[in-house]
């Protein structure tokens, strides 16, 4: 008998439910079987399109996440640039002002991915903008800080939501194979009973078996 296991996956099992509905087709006795078969392959089918559904999504939001997150870093770096730009001296990127905004270099600081660590850099930065000394900078740069701050903080509380809804839909697609995996497995015993053939229930079940390749012809 071409059983199911734990081991065999959605795609193994959708293949098994492909062939067993092709080959019980012409059988009337097994028609029951058939459709009790059809009924958990259309439930399975359903639950791996809303999976691969929902991780293209995330898929296509952990993107808009980074580019986000490239957008701040654009503000935070063009902020220090402005910000030397106004220090007289060979090295302003020690002078108590510039340091107000940025204690690290925001190359260094705003380097991969998003973080608690970069979140509290940016608030160092939105503080140093409100200081009475950067009033300038602050009504240049300042909305545009804030607004790519709060683009890229909603993109990722998108990514969270979207995350849990993949760990959802995975968990649905679990349970549906378990059930279409016993389903399958019942379904060859009630054939046997029914035709009394064990060979021939096993022909209509049996999914692994290869075809047959052709011989590549001979040369002549």
Known sequence: MSKLFESDYPPTVAQAFRVAKLRLGPHQALVTIAGELHTHEGALLEAMAATSAANDRGLAQSAQVRFDDLMLDREVIEIAREKRATIAG???????????????????AMSGPPNEAQDQYVAV?????????????????????????????????????LDLALALTEAKLDQVTAAARLAFNEAQLDAASILKDERLVDSLFDFRKSPPKKKAPTPE
């Not at 060979?90 to 510039?98: I, N, R, V």
């Not at 930065?125 to 790519?148: D, F, I, S, T």
């Open 125 to 161: 930065v939105e503080a140093g903008l409100a200081l009475p000394e950067n009033g300038e900078l602050n009504a240049r740069r300042g909305p545009a800080l804030a607004a790519a701050k709060a683009k890229l903080a909603a993109s990722r509380a998108t990514a969270v939501e």
């Open 90 to 108: 060979p090295k302003p990127d020690q002078h108590p002002s510039f340091r107000a905004l940025f204690v690290i270099a925001p190359s260094a």
